[in-house]
């Protein structure tokens, strides 16, 4: 991720916006319910680049034909104690779902925050994600929870599912 990239960020999560408003995105576990400024993205950017630059955590875009069709990080633990523990996100398009582009995010994900002192690592996403939890067991993961209800939309309560893995 590079301050070039700011732009290309911005489209990227409102495109998320747009799926999860038209129900496309009915799988992905976002928080993002509005449509963001580009003051707002340049201020998450800025964000990611400290923690980048200071090794609290690694990320992955991934581009087809200059446009941004997946987001990934992984950021270590907030406390000295879970500093070797790592909480993976990744999103990717509808439209670029289902072609491989999240298993090699997730693979290069825990390769680059191993570098960076990474022992273990876990992953939150909707349990009605079933294409989600089967890239993470191929990548070595196992649930070892869910929270029931965590996920409140359209009038419904959804459960989440909680992965892990050594690395």
Known sequence: MRWDDTDKLMSFI???VDEKQEGKGSEIFTGFEEKLTRDDEASWVAD????????????VLAEVSGRIVGVGQITKGHYRETRHHGELGLTVLASHRGIGIGKQ??????????KI?????????????RAAANAYERAGFTEVGKIPGKVQRDRKLLDSM????KL
Not at 48 to 59: D, P, T
Not at 105 to 114: G, H, N, S, W
Not at 162 to 165: E, K, L, P, S
């Open 105 to 114: 995010m997730i693979r290069i994900l825990l390769r680059e925050a191993k």
């Open 14 to 16: 409102n495109g998320l």
């Open 117 to 129: 002192g990474v022992k273990n690592v876990d992953v939150e996403f909707l349990a009605a994600n």
């Open 48 to 59: 990611q680049i400290v923690k980048l630059e200071n090794l609290e955590m690694v990320s």
């Open 162 to 165: 909680i992965m892990a893995r």
